[in-house]
Each structure stands twice: as structure tokens, then as C-alpha cells.
């Protein structure tokens, strides 16, 4: 989190207002990492409770708190219209305003696909989404909070996570498609989620690669989904030195 808030701060000349929801941390518990971000940056811990989540499957992976993405709107301040929700394993390479700003016109969600045709289909089909449904990675998730309080129905999701949990594969992800498929705007995921894997599969399949000068001048939002990640001594990519320029040593 630490290395996604300087590189964020490093790169966006702005004020940052940073939520966190957590069942576990205190404002107390991030204090010693304060020293680290500038006085542009205020961070918040919305405090939950998770009882309502009860049935909700998951993982060491997929812990519950992958959950409180889809349900922010009830927790966070009702000021806010929307959010940028980033995951911690992310390092943003550009200013990302713009994709704060983006017109969601009547879509509850803003995100990026991470997957082919193929597969996006077959999740279609076991998640009884909307035909045509994207299948989005939620690691970067641009959230329509104003629509969201007026039009999400929470015993709808729980009912929705009770019926088909045994199906689920990526949770969150499962259900966003499955409930609001047809309801999400699409970004480009070599600007605003790119990974290594990403990275491998499209110069698999295009004549102009993308390489290391590409990501530097093209990509705003870095994510290590998965579990190659550039602290790890296994790392395989070109990725690297991107996190290593806002990593505390």
C-alpha cells in the first residue's frame, strides 16, 4: 500500500483522499507509514462489520475483504459521488485524473478486462450474466457511488452470492459481472491495468510489441495481479523497476 500511495502522490498533482474499509485496522495501526506520504494526503478507516457476509465463499486468496468493494457505497462518506478503487499490489505510472473524471453517463462501474473472448463467455454463461457482460478485473475499479446508493440492492447481492457461490471462481469479479454486466463502461487495459501476463498475451498476438519504453510513456495504472510480484525472488517480467522506484527499502 505504502508504494501504491508515493507512486500515486509522485504522479498526480492534486489532493489525495484515501478510504480504506477494514474489519481489523485502526488509524493507529498506519500511523508509522504517515512519514512516508506528503500533507496532500489524508487516508481514513472506514470501520465494518461483516456478519452480512456470512455465507460469502473465501479463500487465502480471496478473503472476505474482497467483498467490501461491492458494497462501498453503503460505507463510505455520503459526500463522495464517486471513487477509484486501487488494489495494493498497483503502481501508478501517470496522472489518472482523467480516468477519475471519465463520463460514467448511467454505468455503475468503470474497469478494465483482462481476458479474451473465450473466457469471457464461459463467465457469461456460469455467472447468469447479462449477455455480453465484460468480465472485469476489479484490481482497478472506478465506482458510480450516486447511482450505487439509489439502485444497488443489497439483499439482491447476498441473494445472488447465495445462489451461486459453489460456481464462483473470482468472486467479486464474479458478481459485479453477473449483477451488472450490462451496466459497466470498459477502459483500456494497456492504459489503466497492465500487467506481465498482459504484456505476454498481446505481443502474442500483434506485430507491435509492447515493451519496457511503451509502459513508461503509454501506461498510467502497473498491476502485479496474480502471484508474480516484483518483491518476490521468482519474479519474471519487465515490470520490475517500476515498483522498485516508490518501494520503502
Not at 507509514?33 to 462489520?49: G, L, Q, V
Not at 487465502?60 to 462501498?72: D, L, N, Q, S
Request: aromatic fraction near 12%; hydrophobic fraction near 35%; charge should be positive.
Amino acid at each position: 500500500m505504502t508504494s501504491l500511495i508515493r507512486s500515486i502522490e509522485a504522479n498526480n498533482d492534486c489532493d489525495l483522499n484515501i478510504y480504506i474499509i477494514s474489519n481489523d485496522l485502526t488509524s493507529k495501526s498506519i500511523e508509522p507509514f504517515a512519514k512516508y506520504f506528503s500533507k496532500r494526503t489524508s487516508i481514513a478507516i472506514i470501520p465494518i462489520k461483516d456478519d452480512f457476509l456470512k455465507l460469502a465463499p473465501t479463500s487465502k486468496r480471496y478473503p472476505k475483504a474482497i467483498y467490501y468493494r461491492i458494497f462501498a457505497s453503503k460505507f463510505l462518506p455520503d459526500s463522495l459521488d464517486r471513487i477509484l478503487y486501487l488494489d495494493p499490489d498497483i503502481i501508478v505510472n501517470g496522472d489518472i485524473t482523467s480516468l477519475y473524471n471519465i463520463d460514467l453517463g448511467n454505468n455503475l462501474f468503470a474497469g478494465a478486462t483482462t481476458i479474451k473472448k473465450f473466457l469471457t463467455k464461459f463467465n457469461e454463461i456460469k455467472n447468469s450474466a447479462p449477455k455480453g457482460a465484460p468480465y472485469l478485473n476489479t484490481g482497478v475499479l472506478l465506482m458510480n457511488l450516486k447511482l450505487l446508493r439509489i439502485e444497488q440492492n443489497i439483499d439482491e447481492v447476498i441473494e445472488y452470492i447465495e445462489r451461486k457461490h459453489l460456481v464462483f471462481t473470482l468472486p467479486d469479479q464474479d458478481i459485479i459481472s453477473g449483477l451488472y454486466g450490462d451496466r459497466i463502461l470498459l477502459i483500456d487495459s494497456k492504459i489503466y491495468n497492465l500487467s506481465d501476463r498482459g504484456i505476454r498475451f498481446y505481443n502474442l498476438y500483434n506485430k507491435e510489441n509492447i515493451d519496457y519504453d511503451w509502459v513508461k510513456e503509454n501506461t498510467k495504472i502497473i498491476h502485479f495481479y496474480g502471484r508474480n510480484k516484483p518483491w518476490n525472488d521468482n519474479y519474471h517480467g519487465i515490470l520490475k523497476s517500476f515498483y522498485d522506484k516508490y518501494k520503502i527499502d
